[in-house]
């Protein structure tokens, strides 16, 4: 909400909005939300066991981790191609081609034969990734009643959250009929989400004006210069950095080799099982962080949740016993899970409803790729020379400084500060 928006009134310094009186959730947003479960699902069936597939080519835990990285680092080089792409074609057109190209990617991963051949196909995969995401984000972000944006990031948030509880742990289930076989079904997983957008969305293109007019309804665009103005904007780029990092970054590629290395022969389900029960604990915290970011803001659960996930991610690496790892993962699925809707719902405060922020949420993607991209390479080159307990520590005082850049960002209305033009 703008600076210059009209002065509520005491009693509206908050989200007073009965629930009678919210809009509800668009459908094209349903839609997405359901692709997203079926999409998180495949991913969280492939995590458990991506490293340690890379590590069967006989390389260390830092050529396994850039594995994990490769696939940020296409993110972070085509993100701004996407929000061009999503501009032109439309968000339904780049989200389904975006998800096909992961598809296929994916199913490549499967018959890899060597390091290079997994490292190759893995990094194609993050252009369509891309590609779906910037999309996906910026159709969320524009259609997103105001009143209801930390709900609605809650929700879509969640649906990831549900795909990942199962996927691990099938994924490490799944571990005795050899590493290949999960890439095979998450590819097929893939080609069933394209599916469910494309005919859902196909005759749904941009807008409601787009059906009565027969043209693309004209969407203002917002300039990346008036995002910088906003210290929201600023302060979630930092955030982002730091939580692609931690959760995105170390945590998919270091927390499986970590429990191998730890728990010897039950190392492989136990990795399983804290990648699910971190996103349990994400989960855990979506039922209350989506409603309590539309009513309070979003710099206090940024605050709370960011600080929470950065101490148990700095901790983790040091246990030897498997309930004090299995309640770090925990804390820190709840910590990320709080944070995570008031994040999204503050960029979507800078963009506004009903205006186009590809560039805007093309450049707070980046950011997010960026940390997963050096953070594993550079986590994995310690957990190497110094061993993973400094390797997790060094993570999470990083994550640190995402709570120092929201420090300063002042609230307006309950909400952090937004850009100086009203939103419409």
Not at 106 to 120: E, P, R, S
Request: net charge positive.
């Amino acid at each position: 909400m703008s600076t210059n928006a009209p002065t509520p009134s005491s009693s509206e310094s908050t989200d007073s909005t009965s629930p009678e009186q919210r809009p509800s959730v668009p459908r094209e947003i349903r839609v997405l939300i359901a692709a997203a479960f079926v999409i998180a699902l495949g991913f969280g069936l492939i995590a458990p066991i991506l490293p340690q597939f890379a590590t069967s080519f006989d390389v260390g835990a830092a050529a396994a981790s850039v594995i994990v990285s490769i696939f940020a680092f296409t993110r972070l080089v085509f993100a701004p191609v996407s929000g061009k792409l999503t501009d032109r074609l439309g968000e339904p057109a780049v989200y389904v081609t975006g998800v096909l190209i992961v598809a296929a990617s994916t199913i490549l991963c499967g018959f890899a034969q060597d390091y290079t051949q997994l490292l190759v196909f893995r990094g194609m995969g993050g252009l369509g990734s891309t590609m779906f995401t910037v999309s996906a984000m910026a159709l969320i972000a524009r259609l997103s009643p105001k009143e209801i944006r930390g709900r609605i990031a809650g929700l879509y948030s969640g649906a990831f959250l549900l795909g990942n509880v199962a996927g691990p742990v099938l994924g490490s289930l799944m571990a005795g009929m050899g590493f290949r076989i999960p890439f095979f079904i998450y590819g097929g997983s893939l080609v069933v989400a394209a599916s469910i957008v494309y005919f859902s969305l196909s005759h749904s293109r941009n807008a409601p004006e787009e059906k009565s007019s027969g043209k693309p309804p004209a969407i203002e665009r917002i300039p990346l210069s008036e995002a910088w103005g906003a210290a929201t904007f600023k302060a979630a780029l930092v955030s982002g950095f730091t939580n692609g990092w931690m959760a995105f970054g170390v945590r998919m590629s270091l927390i499986p080799l970590f429990a191998v290395a730890a728990f010897a022969t039950q190392g492989t389900l136990i990795a399983g099982l804290a990648l699910a029960i971190f996103a349990v604990g994400n989960g855990a915290a979506l039922f209350v962080a989506g409603r309590f970011t539309d009513a309070h803001g979003r710099r206090l659960p940024i605050l709370i949740g960011l600080t929470v996930a950065s101490i148990s991610t700095a901790s983790i690496g040091w246990v030897d016993n498997i309930p004090l790892f299995i309640a770090l993962s925990i804390t820190a699925g709840v910590g990320t899970g709080l944070m995570g809707p008031a994040q999204q719902a503050a960029i979507a405060d800078v963009v506004g409803q009903g205006r186009n922020g590809g560039k805007v949420l093309a450049t707070f993607q980046m950011a997010t790729d960026f940390g997963s991209i050096i953070g594993p390479i550079l986590a994995g080159l310690v957990a190497d020379q110094a061993g993973y307990g400094w390797a997790f520590t060094i993570s999470g005082a990083l994550g640190l400084i995402g709570v120092l850049a929201w420090l300063p960002v002042k609230e307006n209305r309950g909400r952090p500060e937004s850009t100086g033009t009203s939103e419409r």
